[in-house]
């Protein structure tokens, strides 16, 4: 895999890898930036989030779960000083469907934690992650 970012002008860049997709990176105006894109490590927690998303859904889906809605939140705390890491990680899966079985959602978690998710892998080796979820019951969709 290639990543690259690209400089723009002050503290703003454009972001680039394999896929041939583009980002915008920025800082924040407290730190001489314009607050127009993205921090580097919002992308890090985006990045879990999306990893261990896919592995979840996936999984719930070859289950067979009728999954209507899906959310994975993450909540990253940062040291304080610098370079200001993260010290915390908690991830939330929040799934909504119909008949959706709680050992069902926790097997694709632990599938993704444990087996799939690289970005988990990764960040698991410098900084505590847990997870939660929570399930919420869609009304039966209606009769014809």
């Not at 290639?2 to 730190?31: K, N, Q, Y």
């Not at 959602?105 to 929570?134: D, F, G, N, Q, W």
Request: charged fraction near 25%.
């Amino acid at each position: 895999m290639e990543a690259r970012v690209i400089w723009d002008h002050g503290l703003s860049f454009s972001g680039t890898a394999d896929s041939g997709f583009t980002l915008p990176l920025g800082a924040a105006r407290a730190v001489g930036g314009e607050d127009d894109g993205f921090r580097p490590l919002e992308l890090i927690a985006i990045g879990l989030a999306g990893c261990t998303a896919m592995d979840v859904i996936s999984i719930l889906l070859k289950k067979r779960q009728q999954v209507t809605g899906f959310e994975v939140r993450v909540q990253a705390e940062r040291a304080n000083d610098h370079p200001r890491v993260f010290t915390d990680i908690a991830i939330e899966y929040i799934v909504r469907g119909r008949g959706i079985d709680p050992a069902a959602v926790e097997r694709a978690i632990e599938l993704s934690e444990t087996k799939y998710c690289s970005a988990h892998a990764m960040l698991a080796k410098a900084v505590p992650i847990h997870h939660t979820y929570r399930i919420i019951e869609e009304e039966p969709a209606p009769v014809a």
